[in-house]
């Protein structure tokens, strides 16, 4: 607060001119800091901007720098991350003055509650409004917490059938998005604060201009859309200005798919999988239990329902993969092989799958896979899939289309529809054709909605550049952030997060939700609604009135109030799921590929499993977020295969770097068990420049090699070691179950004939229940015990529960520095391990949560009695009693305790007081926390049961990490009521607990996992 | 009181040179104190600790503005240099009471002339160590809360955890350390009091000596008080370091929880406890011309001393060794390997040559006699007793059960700035010690001396 | 005729093995209330001024038995009764955790009686007495040996007293005032 004063007023004193500074300074780095620049800005806002300003600056980096400087000498080498939160402390209080807390008031438009009658608020009460988030054009359908009007916490709607109450780790975080104080808070001119109106203002001339020659200038860009209401909109738009051009281009898109249904079909269709009915299932590199895949959430709920082994019907999975992912994780059957090398696969695949294999000589591994494969799904037409990889070319997704054409999947696994884009283009080719445009000078107006080409574009096409050197005369760009894109428009319009404004979307099955929002803009921000109706010469739109303007065209009939209603309030639309459709196969041959030569170096540009594109690198819990398979966080350093590392004699962090056709990046390397030899992955979406002080500087950019002809994968890098290091910050340093001494019964496992055979595998000989000295306490009179039993068959390590917790339990981001020694504060991890051979070892995931001890080994050891039992067995944490010895976390043999180490929580943000759960202590520095069951979430069960004079029902508290479970993984429940379904779960002879030989009696239990593999492979 | 006639008659080594009176004793041991012009050299040892002091109390300071975070410890490794210097100045702070209690019970009267100033050590080894538990917790300003005080939150101590054990036992051991201290100052105050010649000097030791005249009848009193303190404090030295050793036995950490701890905990400590008292004592003889009451024999028993416990501790490493192979425990036989071969294995190596294989030389008699050796070998002793707490709390600890949990510890400058800074403040302390008071016992000197005797 | 207040006839010795004879025939001379200044304890010289009852080791004992006592009985209700939690299973009364902290309170309580007894039975701390009016008791704390007769003693007669003392061979016999 003192160093903001202080600097402020400096900076009113002298005028200068700041052009070009932005680009000058860049956070972290060391960079020329720039008061001059401040000053000016200051200077050059007055009135009641003022502060606005002042925020805005604070976004910048020369505010990050000069905070810095405001630190005691050295304070920043002392503890990087402690400075960085002392920095966090200083946003806060610029914050503060900006009178922010003030914003919480519900829109005035009328939203309707999900469930909760009377509508009226009731204090202390939440309530649950259906809404859905979109990315890449899916909308996940979500039902929103909100106390006293603040959103707090996101969960699936578990009535609509594209969720089923499960969420993905993006919809979990949108909600930190939404409060993110880095985003966008005004609209800007060249760096400068204007009003909505000034920007209306300066559209009017260049639209008229346009009018006259039809809007032959007019480009606009926007992401993939599959609202029915905005591209309404555009087709309106371009009737007004019918020589406009509508750009697609999102750097994550999916052109292979359509081209492959194009190829297949001659028109483009959405595919969709009924994986329950799936016996057999099998991958070409299809990462389909990962976040962000379209429709992932249920087809994560479908599947672990058939890899039940105790269902009779347990599926069988064969994965082929061009690097390692939760989806590989989870076969029976992995084969680990380079992305350009699986067109020969499913080539081969589609011939055995007609014609059999010939003989049983196999020239190659992939081909006795093949055949494998091709018996086992020539044995169960119709009742198995083939799933290919929205990265494999187009020939590749034609041949699937083949396969399950010719296996008769088609309308029983494998389903045709429209496609859920709205404008289904090739994105690449859409993107080349405005470049083309801008370097040909026939832009004259281009609005950028809602994305960041200047990032994330082909870098063959110099997007950016094409941005900054070809001057187009209006450059509009809306958004969340003002990001590297924004920095080169000369108007930035801050865009309303989709919990503060109205839209819809469709869900992977093509069912159209509302976008309901939760709140008035914080900032005043503006939809893409409002925005093209805008430019349409709509004068001061509102999204509400745009969406359900639309809705009534659709909707003809009186009942549309009615209609209306419903539709927000289940969060759905009747009757706009797509229907299947019937489509032929054109040919059912395609022409092979070229092949890459055996010895060249392919690299795999893949989506990053925690940001995505990069869209949500200024999100502390996702940057945080472990990936699933390398547990690494804040970084995307380079994947290589264990032989290929030890060939080049490289190391887990050492720099390398990476040569593509002259374009060189420079990254660290980590060895990932189960890569592919000859093969790199890189995730795309790190080294932003103007993320935001999350974001910015985390990680490396790849897109500058990745080029519009190749953008998932190319052969022929070349790799060489810099001879530096780089030091990663992973959460699980070994992930191995071997020690020297014999491997640790950590995560059991059998195959499906084992289990049959000995059913009772995973039962180590517990301590029997009288071994003890003491008279064990009755926990058997209590009403409730509460247990937790999860079943490692299901989880899918797809990391939901751990943002889900994150968000429920107001649980800390401590920074990368504070991660590399160990610090980070997740209350649920999922540990990942690997065993057997390191080239293609089997993989398991482990969610650990407190497993709340009935012999506590931390209770006994605190000396203050700040964590004890209560007596329905749940393992107390009292942090106003807790002086932090750590004994109970030394003491903890399943290491989930978390502390304090320094004041990890934000005091001081307002945005961020706003997400907080109400329900949840914030807790302080010098303190232990640890997972406890929600048990916020139990007493108002308990509270409202008691109420209405019952006991509390199976099923109907959920903790935060089951929620939001797509896998149904974990269930919580009463043990004491036998017919539980957590009780008959630790029935089952699956059911372990973890380390049980040192008679902690863990509440929280483990279903063993099971592999179904084949004979054939088997042998 | 063979030892007199011993010292008359030298079949062994003397505890105190011949041709000494009563008179002599006390002058010689009183004028350091009273007439003995304070030396530069004084000053500038002095000066250096009381730095380091301010070194330490700097970094608490900041310790008490960010956090412990500041610190190397993380999960899993909760404890770090904390914990393992409370435990090294604790096992340290034994010699003394050892020295005075136990000896005295034995009636080893060699101790006369070393007990004072290895109970002076041993009060400010103890507060060195107490400063640790209370700044290595989260929340320093509530460290009071182990205490049982009735308070409005109705809220008591946990009385299982060793930690509140650990709280009663150091504070006891502290108490009764420092009254066995200053009672046994008592009559040598009354000495100060009526040898000086200054008015302050008079005053303040005449108020410490609270009007001791030596009369028969306090002089019974007081011995037999004095037993009585040996007595109680012989079970209660055995049983501090056991107490301490609980924080690690009673948890479930592979390489904590084993039976092995107490007996050895307590060898160690009087290990590195006689190491620390011989480390002072060499250099004070020497300057203070001390020698003709610390005499060889001092040394050498001391010696003798560190050579019996020294095997005892080693004699615990091999238990430990040998029950990780034994009890086929997965977890133990994996912490065993890990003290081997794991990225610590270096410190255990050390660790095994500082205690274990270096101070065999005592064997050698030529050696033991040897200031200059002892010196050095005491040294290293307190080295490898230092490691030993680093690979019982930090090495356990960064490799338990879960391997997804596992972990590496890095100790930060703040660490190493509160660990030198201690052993400022301690030899600070003892600067003062030896310059305002009576470094050796004077009375019990003149009870060694032969014309004490009683002859019938 | 008017005399000022006596407290004893104090004699000076330069042995211990002389000083204890001197008690000693003092004694056999019929004195009852006497005492004796040494720089250090001597073996029997308590004896030899006629001191038998020390009572430090039953204050001592008292000291701990109660300490030891209020130390479990402490935990006993606080554990049971004042704060009774179900900590990791274990029962309420989880007597043999609480018998270190029981051990340790003895140790203090009767470490602490004993150093406290010794002084109160000493009538410590005095910071005046009248022997310290004798300008050569000084060196009593340094290697001289005290003798004196109180005048309390009924056998106590200034000049005959005097005149024992001599036959001792105590030296620079003098009068203490009171």
């Not at chain 1, 589609?350 to 294999?357: L, Y």
């Not at chain 3, 007769?149 to 007293?161: G, H, L, M, Q, R």
Request: charged share 20%; aromatic share 10%; net charge neutral.
């Amino acid at each position: 607060m003192f160093n903001l004063s202080s600097v402020s007023i400096h900076m009113k004193m002298e005028e200068q001119d700041d052009k070009g500074h932005r680009e000058a300074v860049c956070p972290g780095k060391k960079g020329a800091l720039d008061l001059d620049a401040a000053r000016a800005r200051l200077a050059e806002t007055k009135g009641p901007e003022f502060w606005r300003s002042l925020e805005e600056l604070a976004g910048s980096p020369e505010w990050q720098e000069m905070m810095h400087r405001e630190f005691p000498k050295g304070a920043s080498e002392w503890l990087d991350s402690v400075s960085r939160r002392g920095f966090l402390k200083l946003m806060g209080a610029s914050l503060a003055m900006a009178g922010m807390t003030a914003c919480t008031k519900q829109p005035l438009e009328p939203i309707v509650p999900y469930v909760r009658q009377p509508e009226e608020l009731v204090p202390g009460r939440p309530m649950f409004y259906a809404t859905a988030f979109t990315l890449g054009g899916y909308a996940s359908p979500l039902l929103v917490e909100s106390h006293m009007y603040r959103p707090t916490k996101v969960e699936g709607n578990d009535k609509h059938p594209a969720s089923l109450g499960g969420t993905d780790i993006f919809a979990q975080a949108s909600i930190l998005e939404m409060y993110d104080p880095d985003r966008s808070q005004t609209i800007a001119s060249l760096g400068e604060v204007r009003t909505w109106g000034n920007f209306v203002e300066a559209l009017r001339g260049p639209l008229s201009a346009q009018k006259a020659v039809q809007g032959a200038g007019i480009r606009i860009l926007t992401r993939t859309i599959s609202s029915p209401t905005l591209a309404d909109q555009m087709r309106g738009l371009l009737k007004v200005y019918p020589q406009a051009k509508w750009h697609v281009y999102e750097p994550v898109n999916r052109d292979s798919v359509l081209e492959g249904a194009k190829l297949a079909f001659g028109q483009p269709v959405e595919t969709q999988y009924k994986l329950e009915n799936a016996d057999v299932i099998v991958s070409l590199d299809a990462d389909f239990l990962s976040a962000g895949f379209p429709g992932n959430v249920r087809y994560i709920r479908d599947f672990a329902k058939r890899r039940d082994p105790d269902s009779g019907k347990m599926s069988r999975v064969y994965v082929v993969e061009s690097t390692t992912s939760a989806t590989g994780a989870k076969a029976d059957h992995r084969l680990p092989m380079r992305a350009g090398e699986i067109d020969q696969v499913a080539g081969l695949l589609n011939r055995f799958v007609e014609q059999g294999h010939p003989s049983d000589v196999f020239s190659s591994q992939g081909e006795k896979f093949a055949a494998a494969v091709a018996n086992d799904l020539s044995a169960h037409r119709g009742s198995s899939v083939v799933i290919a990889g929205d990265h494999q070319p187009p020939g590749v997704h034609a041949t699937v289309h083949a396969i399950n054409q010719a296996l008769g999947n088609v309308g029983k696994t494998v389903f045709y529809t429209d496609p859920v884009d709205a404008n289904p283009i090739n994105q690449t080719e859409s993107i080349k054709d405005l470049v083309a445009d801008m370097r040909a000078g026939k832009v004259d107006m281009l609005v950028i909605m809602d994305g960041n080409p200047a990032y994330d574009a082909p870098a063959d096409l110099g997007f950016a550049d094409a941005l900054k050197n070809t001057n187009i005369p209006l450059r509009v760009h809306l958004g969340l952030y003002q990001d590297e894109t924004a920095e080169l428009c000369q108007w930035h319009i801050n865009e309303a997060h989709y919990l503060e404004a109205w839209g819809d979307a469709r869900a992977c099955d093509g069912t159209v939700s509302i976008v309901q929002p939760l709140i008035a803009p914080l900032y005043s921000g503006k939809s893409a609604h409002e925005l093209v109706a805008t430019l349409a010469g709509q004068p001061d739109p509102s999204s509400h009135e745009v969406v359900q303007n639309y809705w009534k065209k659709q909707h003809s009939g009186a009942d549309f109030d009615m209609f209306w209603r419903k539709s927000l309030n289940d969060g759905w639309i009747e009757g706009t799921t797509f229907a299947p459709k019937q489509v032929s196969l054109k040919t059912a041959s395609f022409p092979a590929p070229a092949v890459p030569p055996p010895g060249s170096i392919e690299i795999n540009f893949r989506r990053d499993p925690s940001i995505y594109d990069g869209r949500f690198s200024n999100n502390g819990w996702l940057q945080e977020l472990p990936k699933p398979m390398s547990k690494m966080t804040w970084d995307n350093p380079v994947l290589i295969g264990p032989a290929m590392a030890e060939r080049l004699g490289l190391k887990s962090e050492d720099m390398i770097e990476i040569e593509l056709n002259g374009k060189k990046v420079t990254a660290p390397v980590w060895v990932q068990a189960g890569h592919p030899d000859n093969s790199i992955t890189v995730f795309l979406g790190y080294g932003r420049r103007r993320a935001g002080r999350v974001g910015t500087g985390a990680g490396f950019d790849f897109y500058p090699l990745r080029d519009s002809a190749d953008p998932w994968f190319i052969a022929g890098v070349t790799l060489s070691k810099t001879g530096e290091t780089y030091k990663l910050a992973t959460t699980q340093g070994y992930q191995t179950m071997d020690t020297p001494v014999g491997t640790r019964p950590l995560v059991r496992t059998a195959s499906l004939d084992g289990y049959h055979k000995e059913p009772a595998f995973a039962r180590e000989d517990e301590p029997p229940k009288d071994l003890t000295l003491y008279q064990p306490y009755p926990y058997e009179k209590e009403p409730y015990a509460w247990g937790m039993a999860i079943d490692l068959n299901a989880c899918v390590g797809c990391n939901n529960c751990i943002v889900a917790c994150q968000s429920e339990n107001n649980i800390a981001v401590v920074g990368k520095e504070q991660c590399v020694i160990g610090r980070h504060m997740h209350w649920i991890r999922v540990d990942a391990y690997y065993q057997g051979d390191r080239d293609n070892p089997k993989a398991y995931f482990q969610p650990v949560p407190c497993m709340q001890c009935e012999n506590a080994p931390c209770e006994v050891v605190c000396p203050v009695g700040a964590t004890v039992h209560s007596s329905e067995g749940l393992n107390d944490m009292v942090y106003n009693r807790c002086v932090g010895t750590r004994y109970c976390s030394n003491n903890c043999p399943y290491k989930v305790r978390r502390f304090n180490f320094l004041l990890f929580q934000d005091w001081e943000t307002p945005q961020l007081k706003m997400m907080r759960n109400p329900d949840v202590t914030v807790r302080s520095r010098g303190v232990m926390e640890k997972c406890t069951y929600c048990v916020q979430r139990i007493s108002e069960h308990r509270i409202d049961s008691e109420r209405e004079d019952r006991k509390i029902a199976d099923g109907e508290l959920q903790t935060a990490c089951q929620q939001s479970c797509p896998a149904n993984a974990i269930v919580f429940g009463n043990i004491n009521d036998p017919e539980s379904r957590v009780s008959k779960l630790k029935r089952n002879p699956r059911n372990y607990s973890l380390l049980a030989d040192l008679n902690t009696r863990p509440r929280t239990t483990y279903l063993a996992e099971i592999r179904n593999p084949s004979e054939e492979l088997e042998s | 009181m063979d030892e007199r006639n011993e010292s008359t008659t030298g079949s062994r080594a003397p505890v105190i040179e011949p041709g000494h009176t009563f008179a002599t004793v006390t002058d010689k041991i009183s004028s350091i104190v009273l007439t003995r012009p304070t030396s530069s050299g004084w000053f500038v040892g002095f000066g250096i600790a009381f730095l380091l002091t301010m070194m330490m109390l700097y970094a608490i300071g900041f310790l008490f503005v960010r956090g412990i975070g500041i610190w190397g410890v993380t999960i899993p490794i909760g404890w770090g240099f904390a914990i393992v210097n409370f435990v090294w100045w604790i096992g340290i702070g034994h010699a003394g009471t050892l020295i005075s209690a136990i000896l005295l019970l034995l009636r080893q009267s060699w101790r006369n002339s070393i007990n004072r100033f290895a109970e002076a050590m041993t009060l400010f080894a103890v507060s060195a160590a107490g400063i640790f538990p209370l700044i290595h917790v989260g929340r320093p300003w509530l460290a009071y809360w182990l205490f049982p005080y009735p308070n409005s939150m109705g809220v008591w101590p946990q009385f299982r955890s060793p930690l509140i054990w650990d709280v009663f036992a150091v504070s006891t051991y502290a108490t009764i350390s420092l009254l066995f201290w200053f009672v046994g100052l008592i009559p040598d105050l009354a000495t100060l009091r009526d040898r000086s010649t200054n008015r302050a000097a008079k005053i303040i030791y005449g108020m410490l000596a609270m009007g001791w005249r030596g009369s028969a009848r306090h002089w019974d009193r007081y011995e037999t008080m004095y037993l009585l303190l040996a007595g109680l404090a012989t079970p209660l030295v055995l049983s501090v370091h056991t107490v301490v050793s609980f924080d690690f036995a009673v948890g479930i950490v592979p390489g904590w929880h084993t039976t092995i701890f107490p007996p050895y905990f307590v060898a160690g400590a009087i290990y590195s406890g006689f190491a620390m008292v011989l480390m002072l004592a060499i250099p004070i003889r020497k300057i203070y011309g001390l020698e003709d009451f610390i005499t060889e024999r001092h040394l050498q028993n001391s010696a003798k001393v560190m050579l019996a416990t020294g095997l005892i501790v080693a004699y615990g490493y091999v238990i430990e060794a040998f029950m990780g192979w034994y009890s086929g425990n997965r977890y133990d036989a994996f912490t065993m390997w890990n003290r081997l071969h794991g990225p610590y294995k270096w410190d255990y190596v050390a660790l095994l040559l500082c205690n274990i294989v270096i101070p065999q030389v005592l064997w050698i008699k030529k050696l033991r006699s040897n200031p200059l050796a002892l010196f050095l070998i005491s040294g290293v002793v307190l080295v490898g007793m230092w490691l030993e707490r680093f690979i019982i709390v930090v090495v356990s600890l960064h490799r338990d059960f879960l391997t997804s949990s596992w972990g590496m510890y890095y100790p930060t400058r703040w660490d190493w700035m509160t660990f030198i800074g201690t052993i400022g403040m301690f030899l600070a302390a003892m600067f003062l010690f030896v310059r305002v008071l009576p470094m050796i016992s004077i009375f019990e000197m003149r009870t060694l001396l032969p014309e004490a005797e009683v002859k019938e | 005729m008017k005399r000022t207040p006596v407290y004893g006839m104090m004699a000076e010795f330069d042995s211990p093995t002389t000083l204890v004879a001197a008690a000693h025939r003092t004694q056999e001379a019929g004195y009852q209330k006497m005492d004796a200044y040494s720089p250090f304890p001597i073996e029997g010289l308590a004896e030899a001024v006629g001191f038998h009852k020390n009572r430090v080791p039953l204050v001592t004992l008292i000291g701990g038995l109660i300490g030891g006592l209020s130390g479990y009985l402490l935990q006993y209700w606080i554990s049971t009764s004042s704060y009774p939690v179900n900590v990791g299973g274990k029962p309420y009364h989880s007597w043999p955790a609480f018998i270190i902290v029981t051990f340790e309170m003895t140790i203090l309580f009767g470490g602490i009686s004993a150093v406290l007894g010794m002084l109160a039975l000493n009538g410590l701390p005095m910071p005046y007495h009248p022997v310290f009016n004798v300008p050569r008791f000084a060196f009593a704390t340094k290697d001289r040996f005290f003798l004196i007769v109180f005048a309390s003693d009924p056998k106590y007669i200034p000049a005959e007293t005097r005149r024992f003392l001599e036959s001792l061979g105590g030296r620079a016999i003098s009068e203490v005032p009171d």
